[in-house]
């Protein structure tokens, strides 16, 4: 054998040992990247946040036939979805039951339809009917709770309700809450003897009427024994709840929160943009911009019993307006920024109490809690407030924007350099080697 075919024998030996040896690397140290522009193959990071509490194996089993009749192979596109989880959580098992086939498995599970997925944790099970990200996150977070907390609103004052569809109502941060495991209910004190000592959070929006005398020692009752509140403020008179302020130290200060900036974003100056957000477990990793409609500023006494942090600034250049005048009055108002959301905590015996106090009912209300953060920030104070702090996950990334937005100079300038520029470039270049040749 010649010196040059053994150079060719060594090389096809080398090269396919470096194949093999790259199949093994590959297989056992598995690695993608996303280049998609919007992620397209890869979770949102709360989803992978939510993955990294499971501790222990996730098993999934999804009850559908092998074909349907308009989207075909379903199994093929439950299994490509699902592997964007197992990516993430390798113990994540799949498994599929023909409801055709198997009738009695089926019916022992509960099922009601194809293609419905039973989703199990740890001894617990979860239902999903429609299959995406947001159902299944939202039934891993549910399974991702030891417990369900309580979650309880005041009512019977004309309050804003977890469960209502109103503008004026809390809906959707109340199914929001559902979604991730909590329950809710309305407390009437006129009725119940007392505030339940074993619910997570209380909540407390706005009342119309003002609540008797009884009601609020029984709200006192609540915050001297240790209960987690979230209150939020609207900038009306307090209808009772002045002992309430009282006992958490809050200054409110009379007037409403104007907002240049706002005003600048073509959205009402009563509307404070929320931009500065304190560090605090509920605003770690935070930075979307919230909306307080109609707001007002809080403040806290000097001398309190209570661990205070601002949660949210807003109206860096803006003013708390005792006159509702669109200008600055030097003599009335009073200069920002204002905070617009506090937390208070303190220990009452061996439980650490929490209490949030936002300065806009309206922030979760129906009708404006679908602007920028409002939800994902509400949802967080909530979680801090339940002591699920492992719950609050990271925001998820927002979809990038796939169009061009071009000011008039540098619309001239690329328009310039693309049709006069680089053509005379190319024609420059062009004489130059037809002179050199020449």
Same mark, same amino acid.
């Given at each position: 054998m010649t010196k040059s075919n053994m150079r060719h024998l060594l090389f096809y030996v080398l090269l396919i040992a470096s194949v093999v040896g790259i199949y093994q690397l590959a297989a056992r140290f598995p690695a993608q990247w996303d280049v998609?522009?919007?992620?397209?193959?890869?979770? !949102?990071?709360?989803?992978?946040? *939510?993955?990294?509490?499971?501790?222990?194996?996730?098993?999934?089993?999804?009850?559908?036939?092998?074909?349907?009749?308009?989207?075909?192979?379903?199994?093929?596109?439950?299994?490509? @979805?699902?592997?964007?989880?197992?990516?993430?959580?390798?113990?994540?098992?799949?498994? @599929?039951?023909?409801? *055709?086939?198997?009738? !009695?498995?089926?019916?022992?599970?509960?099922?009601?339809?194809?293609?419905e997925m039973v989703v199990e944790f740890a001894g617990r099970k979860e239902h999903i009917t429609t299959l995406n990200e947001q159902t299944l996150t939202s039934a891993l977070l549910r399974l991702a709770h030891g417990k369900q907390q309580m979650v309880m609103y005041l009512s019977g004052h004309g309050e804003r309700k977890l469960d209502g569809s109103a503008n004026h109502d809390l809906g959707e941060f109340g199914r929001r809450l559902e979604q991730n495991g909590y329950r809710i209910a309305s407390l009437n004190l006129t009725i119940a003897q007392d505030v339940p000592e074993n619910i997570g959070v209380l909540v407390i929006t706005q009342p119309q009427v003002k609540l008797l005398p009884g009601e609020t020692t029984k709200l006192l009752r609540h915050i001297e024994r240790g209960g987690n509140v979230l209150w939020l403020l609207d900038a009306e008179p307090l209808r009772g709840l002045e002992p309430i302020a009282e006992k958490m130290d809050i200054v409110l200060t009379p007037g409403v929160v104007l907002d240049p900036a706002a005003q600048q974003m073509n959205v009402p100056a009563d509307w404070t943009l929320g931009t500065g957000y304190a560090p605090h477990a509920i605003t770690q990793n935070f930075d979307l911009i919230t909306v307080f409609p109609y707001a007002r500023a809080l403040s806290t006494e000097?001398?309190?019993?209570?661990?205070?942090?601002?949660?949210?600034?807003?109206? &860096?250049?803006?003013?708390?307006?005792?006159?509702?005048?669109?200008? @600055?009055?030097?003599?009335?108002?009073?200069?920002?920024?204002?905070?617009?959301?506090?937390?208070?905590?303190?220990? *009452?015996?061996?439980? !650490?109490?929490?209490?949030?106090?936002?300065?806009?009912?309206? @922030?979760?209300?129906?009708?404006?809690?679908?602007?920028?953060?409002?939800?994902?920030?509400? &949802?967080?104070? &909530?979680?801090?407030?339940?002591?699920?702090?492992?719950?609050?996950?990271?925001?998820?990334?927002?979809?990038?924007?796939?169009?061009?937005?071009?000011?008039?100079? !540098?619309?001239?300038?690329?328009?310039?350099?693309?049709?006069?520029?680089?053509?005379?470039?190319?024609?420059? &270049?062009?004489?130059?080697?037809?002179?050199?040749r020449r």
């Open positions: 998609t522009q919007n992620a397209l193959n890869s979770l !949102e990071p709360g989803s992978a946040d *939510v993955l990294n509490q499971l501790d222990g194996p996730l098993n999934i089993t999804v009850y559908v036939t092998e074909q349907d009749a308009k989207q075909g192979d379903v199994r093929k596109l439950v299994r490509e @979805f699902i592997a964007l989880y197992q990516r993430y959580k390798s113990d994540i098992s799949l498994t @599929f039951v023909d409801p *055709v086939k198997e009738p !009695e498995a089926t019916r022992k599970s509960g099922i009601q339809g194809n293609g000097d001398e309190s019993t209570w661990e205070r942090h601002i949660l949210v600034e807003g109206a &860096m250049n803006g003013w708390v307006s005792t006159t509702g005048a669109a200008h @600055f009055d030097k003599k009335r108002d009073i200069p920002g920024p204002v905070s617009l959301a506090l937390a208070l905590q303190r220990n *009452v015996g061996e439980r !650490e109490q929490r209490i949030v106090v936002v300065g806009s009912g309206s @922030f979760l209300s129906n009708a404006y809690s679908g602007n920028g953060g409002n939800l994902d920030l509400g &949802m967080n104070m &909530m979680n801090w407030l339940a002591g699920e702090e492992r719950l609050i996950t990271l925001a998820p990334h927002t979809a990038k924007d796939g169009a061009l937005t071009l000011s008039k100079r !540098e619309l001239t300038i690329l328009s310039a350099t693309l049709l006069i520029v680089i053509p005379l470039l190319l024609i420059a &270049m062009g004489g130059w080697l037809w002179w050199r």
